[in-house]
């Protein structure tokens, strides 16, 4: 099973910060990469896709990079809306699993 | 729109049943592989099952397998998950999820509103 570390577990901004999350996969994923925002009691929200591709409304301050083991999601100038879980997801091989998530906080 | 009305879920003992549903619709249900994923509380998200587009691939986490069946319904537009040997680990709140894609890789990219599943004695 490929395991995903997210670091740190909590990053604490101000509103109009920067944030860069970490997510390592333990073995190559290619770009096979997904990146979650979870917001309290709602659904999680694709964010990124294939590492880098921003999914359907997800705004430009959001960036996803990275390929292998490494990848990162960066957050620039951080909004209100943006403090929340996010959660990285491989979808290279069997089982699909997540990452531990890290929480923005303010 | 596309929209992933759950049902189902709720209380049941260990060792008992449950059957989640959801019901599909703004998009051609047929044509996209659908999975599980579950959140037991204030925890993290782990996918639980996936099944493909005509129903007759199926994957499952190793903590489900032999215990839970994911099916489907294409005239219905409906995913279910069967739940079955319930332990209290499977606690949780269970998502449907779409595909974001027809095909391969498979990304997330609607999903449900939750069910709650708690399983106690």
């Known amino acids: 099973e490929i395991v995903l570390t997210q670091s740190p577990a909590t990053l604490s901004v101000s509103p109009g910060e920067g944030a860069t999350l970490s997510c390592r996969a333990s073995q190559n994923i290619r770009t096979t990469l997904a990146w979650f925002q979870q917001k309290p009691g709602q659904a999680p929200r694709l964010l990124i896709y294939?590492?880098?591709t921003r999914a359907a409304g997800t705004p430009a301050r959001f960036r996803g990079s990275g390929s292998g083991t490494e990848f990162t999601l960066s957050i620039s100038s951080l909004q209100s809306e943006d403090f929340a879980v996010y959660y990285c997801?491989?979808?290279?091989?069997?089982?699909?699993?997540f990452g531990g998530g890290t929480k923005v906080e303010i | 729109e596309v929209q992933l009305l759950q049902s189902g879920g709720g209380s049941a003992q260990p060792g008992g049943s449950l059957r989640l549903s959801c019901a599909a619709s703004g998009f051609v249900f047929r044509r996209y592989v659908m999975s599980w994923v579950r959140q037991a509380p204030g925890k993290g998200l782990e996918w639980v099952s996936l099944?493909?587009?005509?129903?007759?691939?199926?994957r499952y986490a190793d903590s489900v397998r032999g215990r839970f069946i994911i099916s489907r319904d294409n005239s219905r537009n409906t995913l279910y998950l069967h739940m079955s040997g319930l332990r209290a680990e499977d606690t949780a709140v269970y998502y449907c999820t779409k595909d974001l894609r027809g095909s391969p890789p498979h990304y997330f990219d609607s999903w449900g509103h939750g069910s709650l599943v708690t399983v106690s004695s």
């Open positions: 997801q491989q979808v290279s091989e069997w089982p699909l699993t």
């Open positions: 099944v493909g587009d005509d129903g007759g691939f199926t």
């Open positions: 294939d590492s880098s």
